[in-house]
């Protein structure tokens, strides 16, 4: 009765926006425990690590506003990673291009798969996941190796403070405001929306779905490459299992915003939000002196409860899988 | 006349094209269930063979000592993948009972010896932790691989928490023994994992329990109109589940002797393999008895091969993401309403 159009209801309002709330209540927490949580050192190291987080779950988004899920982001991450942070010192900043296109390919593969063949994607990116988790090693030999230290100028522009804050945080804000154009201004962002709400409607409507969701998969694998290119230049390193636990992080946040995984609905600015909680619970964890090891259980519980209050209980009555 | 000649014509048209589309149904589920069978004598011949060592009697205890852990696995997942649903818990559950069992019998890192007892705890443990994770999934409504992917990163993460990153070695001596003990030959830990696998073929094939499993992979919808607790039967199917991971663990301990938590890393991935190459669906409702363990010795045969020949270990994991992808590709059914995500 008070979800018809129009209606006030203060547990909607409530429920829509309960991402900024626990925000806020994150941040306030870890700022009482250690008063120097908000100083400007702390916010500069946390802002290194949301850097390469904000592309992948950026990217990750638009899968999931079409009600797909990809869980290869976290190893094409590793592969680029890898070889951005081995070749960077040969062919120079043409590597980035070189790793973009190589996102590019990946999102391809995923996206035809799924799209044309019909597959389950989360059966799909979980092969592609073991494929490029394999390549990473391979081609790194099964060891992270670190840029030379005479050759490290090519890469430390990277994490040169630009306005007291690191370069690659302002490309990544940059890449947001982009994936906000998309996803407003553009054809591609209502299409993608269309899909995730009703695909059959959609195509019914004129959508070309399968052109659209290959998309939504090349978007997805850049921007995880992107990422991966962000750990090479801010790490000056290749590491093979960088990617590991990137993709449980790069979802907690897309979910913490408030993004359902049934598709339809979320927001890049709600994914920057669920980003910048993930990264204070990651790093307030850290300056509490909490054991590391209790990273992957908090993640854990936080996805499951962040899906669980955003999901939708009643109303579509869909046949959840 | 007219019309009603026409309407008789068509009518006939429909009733043929449905018995047509009903015999091509049961045509494709014959080269469903045989292709398998085909595919696992062909490997046996052409790897014989290939190479003589291949079908010598140590080689074949060697693949049935190493089919124990993905057999019991692939069991207990078939059941999930039978409703349709996935279980990315497994290698966490696996990974703590084997951990945490290190730690509770004689160990090397701690005065425990709790002997019967620190085998049956973990092994509660894990079950009783598929029975939270079915039911999280049933209740809050979330998509079981969401939901197996965080709980089974949660009970990973208790594992290496509770041995503080130092593993544990085994010192209990009948564990020991038992890791050397065969059977008419077979190892023991083979014959625990058959015998947990015909207990659950007989689960599957003779109970209503394995019959409500059938029906609601192949229709949740009908199934749940027709009076199954659709509910009831996703939760003891994820128990079952985490019930093989836990086993798994147990045996994977007596191999290894060393109660790490990544004692479960990369076993799942090969098992689902197996099993869709077996001929199980995805999409739920197809698969079986049979079909699982043709799957697991296909798996093994081709695992075993890829070593005999010296293929590098990570080129095969890369070469299971493929495989698993055009078998899927193969055995999915399009056209069914099925949400699968």
């Not at chain 1, 982001?73 to 790793?99: D, K, N, Q, R």
């Not at chain 1, 982009?178 to 409607?201: D, H, P, Q, Y």
């Not at chain 2, 509910?231 to 191999?255: D, H, N, P, W």
Request: glycine share 10%; aromatic share 10%.
């Amino acid at each position: 009765m008070w979800k018809r159009d129009g209606d006030f209801s203060l547990n909607e309002l409530f429920k829509r926006n309960s991402f900024i709330l626990s925000a806020v209540l994150i941040i306030g927490v870890f700022s009482v425990i250690n008063p120097k949580f908000l100083s400007l050192y702390s916010l500069q190291n946390m802002s290194l690590e949301i850097a390469p987080l904000l592309p992948m779950a950026c990217g990750i988004g638009f899968v999931l506003y079409s009600g797909s899920i990809d869980l290869s982001i976290g190893a094409v991450a590793s592969v680029a990673c890898v070889i951005a942070g081995t070749y960077v010192t040969e062919t120079g900043h043409w590597i980035i291009l070189y790793m973009v296109l190589f996102g590019v390919v990946a999102g391809l593969i995923n996206g035809s798969l799924i799209a044309v063949l019909k597959l389950p994607s989360f059966i799909v990116t979980l092969c592609a996941q073991s494929v490029w988790r394999a390549m990473a090693i391979i081609i790194s030999k099964g060891s992270s190796n670190t840029i030379p230290i005479k050759q490290r100028w090519i890469v430390n522009w990277a994490t040169d403070k630009f306005l007291d804050f690191p370069v690659i945080l302002w490309i990544s804000l940059a890449l947001v405001i982009l994936c906000l154009v998309i996803e407003r201004k553009t054809e591609l962002g209502k299409s993608i929306f269309a899909i995730g709400a009703n695909e059959k409607a959609a195509r019914l409507a004129g959508v070309h779905t399968i052109k659209i969701k290959i998309l939504t998969f090349v978007l997805c694998s850049t921007g995880a490459a992107i990422g991966g290119i962000m750990y090479a230049y801010k790490l000056k390193s290749s590491v093979p299992t960088i990617g590991d636990n990137l993709y449980m992080m790069a979802i907690s946040s897309v979910a913490l915003g408030g993004t359902l995984f049934s598709g339809g609905s979320g927001s890049v600015l709600r994914t920057l939000i669920g980003v910048i909680s993930v990264m204070a619970i990651s790093s307030g964890m850290n300056m509490a002196g909490v054991n590391p090891l209790w990273k992957d259980v908090v993640f854990g519980c936080v996805l499951i409860a962040a899906v669980a209050i955003n999901s939708e209980k009643g109303g579509r009555s869909l046949i959840i899988k | 006349m007219e019309l009603f000649r026409k309407r008789n014509r068509s009518s006939q048209t429909i009733a043929e094209e449905f018995v047509q589309k009903v015999e091509n149904e049961a045509r494709s589920n014959l080269i469903r269930v045989y292709a398998p069978i085909t595919l696992l004598v062909g490997m046996t011949i052409f790897f014989s063979i290939y190479d003589s060592h291949f079908f010598s009697l140590k080689n074949i205890l060697n693949i049935l000592q190493q089919m124990a852990v993905p057999l019991i696995l692939a069991t207990g997942l078939s059941f999930v993948l039978l409703i349709g649903r996935i279980d990315l818990s497994v290698e966490g559950v696996m990974g703590f009972v084997g951990s945490f069992m290190a730690l509770l019998i004689l160990n090397d890192r701690n005065a425990n010896d709790f002997g019967f007892w620190g085998v049956l705890i973990p092994i509660a443990i894990g079950i009783f932790y598929g029975l939270i994770t079915g039911i999280l999934h049933v209740k809050l409504r979330i998509a079981s691989f969401i939901i197996t992917f965080a709980t089974g990163t949660i009970i990973k993460g208790i594992a290496i928490l509770l041995y503080d990153s130092r593993a544990a070695r085994v010192q209990e001596q009948w564990m020991t023994d038992w890791s050397m003990m065969s059977f008419l030959g077979i190892p023991l830990i083979t014959w625990i994992a058959v015998a947990f696998f015909l207990v659950c073929s007989i689960i599957l094939n003779y109970t209503a329990f394995g019959r409500a499993v059938y029906a609601i992979g192949d229709n949740e919808a009908a199934a749940r109109a027709s009076g199954i607790n659709v509910e009831r039967v996703t939760v003891k199917a994820f128990v079952i589940s985490s019930t093989a991971a836990a086993l798994a663990g147990f045996v994977a301990l007596i191999r290894l002797k060393f109660g790490q938590a990544s004692l479960g890393d990369d076993q799942m991935f090969p098992c689902i393999t197996a099993l869709v190459i077996g001929g199980a669906s995805l999409s739920g409702g197809r698969g079986g008895t049979l079909q699982t363990i043709v799957g697991i010795l296909i798996y093994m045969e081709l695992l075993n091969f890829l070593t005999i020949i010296g293929v590098d270990a990570n080129y095969k994991k890369a070469l299971q993401g493929i495989i698993i992808i055009v078998a899927v590709a193969l055995t999915l059914s399009r056209g069914r309403k099925t949400i699968a995500k």
